[in-house]
């Protein structure tokens, strides 16, 4: 793997992972064997170790998942170990993810293989020279997820800036191209980190650093009352896109629905992609007792809390 000479600095690459057939062969399996889950817009299968939304590490209570046969000669093995969590993911054309950084104590190293369509990620930064909230700068990079390529986030890229993928239909390279979506797959390697703390010192992206500080965030698994401090690091944003902030948890931003909106996108008469269900956010959160999500519907308002539930 070769290190992209880009900011974020730390980010890995490998082209053709993987031989067109066995993606085409792959995509096979995706499509008639696997199991997904009925609803709308990204859709996760977790294999190995499934994530504790209390804990932010795995639980220990639920066995490991066998890799399936298929995954085991798409594990990467620069580790010199097999992931202890993977994650295959299926973004229908327009799905996305929120920008956010996969939980820093809870995991090591962070791996992505493409599958499918090509889609433009976008790694973003806000910095604070001198600490106030007036001269920050966000800085906004995009890295095209082409096909059959293999990504490791270190260092910068995996600690200190976050990552996601636009709702959108189409992507506008970098020569002015429109690109339509198509259907993508990914598959997430992680690695847990132990012990489970993080020395990186980011107040905004860093868990670790933040429960050190005494920043806590509000866990929509905890009932109200019971003494935690609701505390956002998001900025209120200002662009569209923007409102999607930042996250240290394992956690989930709920993404405002207008990405179609924005003057990039070519297509304004494109119906919206599917309101993202809320679950789409938290496909797997476990609090039976929590009040119903906001109306997915009128995510104009930016947003500026941050919930926790899963979208690794
Ligand atoms: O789809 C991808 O390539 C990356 C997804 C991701 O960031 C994640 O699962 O944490
Ligand atoms: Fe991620």
Known sequence: MQELAIQPRGIFWQDDFITPEHEAHLMKIFQNELEWPERSGRLSLHYGYTFDYKTFGVDPSIPFKDFPVWLIPLLPTRE???PDQVCLQHYPP??????????????DQLY???????V???FTRNSDADGDE?????????????PRSMMQMSGDSRLHWTHGIKKRKTDTLPNGTV?????????????????????CGDAKLCDTTQRKLGIEKEYRWKKEGEGTTTTTTDEPSTTTDEAATTSTEPATIEEPNTDLATPEDPTPEDPAPEDPAPEDLAPEDPAPEDPAPEDPNTPEEPNTTTEVSEFL
């Open 80 to 82: 010199g170990r097999p």
């Open 94 to 107: 327009g799905a996305g993810i929120p920008p956010h950084v996969d939980t820093h104590s809870a995991y």
């Open 112 to 118: 992505a293989l493409s599958l499918g369509a090509p």
């Open 120 to 122: 433009m990620m976008q």
């Open 134 to 146: 007036e001269g920050e700068k966000k800085e906004v990079v995009e890295v095209d997820l082409t």
């Open 179 to 199: 690109r339509r979506r198509d259907d993508r797959w990914s598959i997430t390697y992680r690695w847990i980190r132990e012990p489970a703390v993080c020395d």
